[in-house]
C-alpha cells in the first residue's frame, strides 16, 4: 500500500470536538452528535466530512493507548454561511501529508494505521509531523460496509540526512 504525497493548502472547519483516548474511545458518540446536526443542513448533505486528530507533543513517541487526543468531526467551513452556537471553527494548517486509501469496514482501520506508522513510516523519506492526522469520509464511506472507503492524510516532514532525531 503506497501512499500518494500532496502538499495540503490550509482549510478551515467547523465542526464539534471533545477530548478522548483509545481506550476510552467516544468517536461514534462524537460522530452521532455531529451528524445530527448536519443531516438538518441541506448544504451539506453529499459533502465530504473529516475526522480529525489532534496528537499532543511526543504522543507516538510514548503511545498509551490512554492518552489523551482532541479528536473532530467536521466539514469545510466553506460550506456555511454562518457558524451555529453549538460548532466550532478549526484552522487545518498547510503541509504535506501521505495519503492512504482505506478499503473495508472503519473496524478495520486499526490494521491501516499500525502498517503505515509500524511498516512504512519507519522505511520512508518522511518522519511524522506536529500537524492534524485527519480522514476525508467522502462518497465512498461507508462506515462498516467491506466496500467503504476512506482516504487517511498522515503529516509528514522530509527526514533529514543523518540528523534524523539530533535535538529531538
Do not use: C
Request: a negative charge; proline letters at 7%; zero cysteines.
Amino acid at each position: 500500500m503506497e501512499p500518494r504525497i500532496e502538499m495540503l493548502v490550509e482549510k478551515k472547519l467547523v465542526g464539534q470536538h471533545q477530548q478522548m483516548s483509545l481506550l476510552a474511545n467516544t468517536t461514534a458518540e462524537l460522530w452521532r452528535r455531529f451528524m445530527l446536526w448536519l443531516k438538518a443542513q441541506p448544504f451539506a448533505s453529499s459533502e465530504e466530512r473529516y475526522s480529525l486528530q489532534i496528537y499532543p507533543p511526543g504522543y507516538f513517541q510514548a503511545f498509551r493507548a490512554e492518552a489523551t487526543f482532541e479528536k473532530w468531526a467536521a466539514v469545510e467551513e466553506t460550506l456555511l454561511h454562518d457558524v451555529a452556537a453549538d460548532l466550532e471553527t478549526l484552522t487545518l494548517p498547510g503541509g504535506l501529508y501521505a495519503v492512504f486509501l482505506h478499503r473495508g469496514p472503519a473496524s478495520a482501520g486499526s490494521t491501516t494505521f499500525r502498517y503505515i506508522l509500524l511498516e512504512w513510516l519507519p522505511t520512508s523519506a518522511y518522519l511524522l509531523d506536529d500537524r492534524p492526522h485527519f480522514e476525508v469520509l467522502g462518497k465512498n464511506y461507508k462506515n462498516e460496509d467491506p466496500a467503504s472507503e476512506e482516504e487517511i492524510w498522515i503529516p509528514i516532514k522530509p527526514k533529514l540526512s543523518g540528523l534524523d532525531d539530533v535535538g529531538r
